[in-house]
């Protein structure tokens, strides 16, 4: 009998040690990753009239939010003109108020790739949902992709 009652004992607290990573690695870390091209033109595109434009590399594109326009973060295009690296923990901006209150806006003017491109205003787009991707094995990482709906010269 006592070798049943320490084997039940055994048993149940190895049970227990595997549960409770397992419990804690289904609770996901939620975040936000918003993505896309900048391209030198005035409607930031990637082909104008069937031509191919150039990347706007080094082009500063910010997060924008809100009634007041404020900042809420920003990333550096790269010499192809992508930008991947605006993540944020949305702790307290949901997807929905992400998508209809803010915008991208490249603060960065057009005519520091192109000089024959206005210096004034600049290229603004409202952002979509693209998708959601789901990492890893133990700790679960849910990541939700928006990008630019499509960017347009604003003053």
């Known amino acids: 009998m006592a070798l049943n009652l320490k084997s039940l004992l055994f048993v149940s607290l190895f049970i227990a040690l595997v549960a409770a990573p397992i419990a804690e690695a289904t609770v996901p870390i939620r975040l936000i990753q918003i993505q896309g091209s900048v391209f030198c033109n005035l409607n930031g595109t990637m082909l104008v009239n069937g031509i ?14 809100g009634p007041a326009n404020l900042l809420v973060s920003f990333a550096i295009t790269n010499r192809e003109g992508m930008f991947s690296n605006i993540t944020l923990f949305p702790s307290n901006l949901s997807l929905t108020s992400l ?39 133990n700790n679960i990482l849910n990541v939700t992709i928006v990008g630019p709906v499509g960017f347009t010269l604003s003053a």
Not at 57 to 63: F, G, I
Not at 102 to 123: A, D, F, K, Y
């Open 52 to 65: 191919a434009s150039p990347p706007f590399s080094n082009a500063l594109v910010q997060l924008r939010c």
């Open 99 to 137: 998508l209809s209150t803010c915008n991208l806006l490249v603060n960065t003017p057009l005519s520091r790739c192109n000089s024959t491109l206005p210096s004034v205003g600049r290229l603004r787009s409202p952002i979509q949902f693209i998708g959601n991707v789901t990492l890893g094995l």
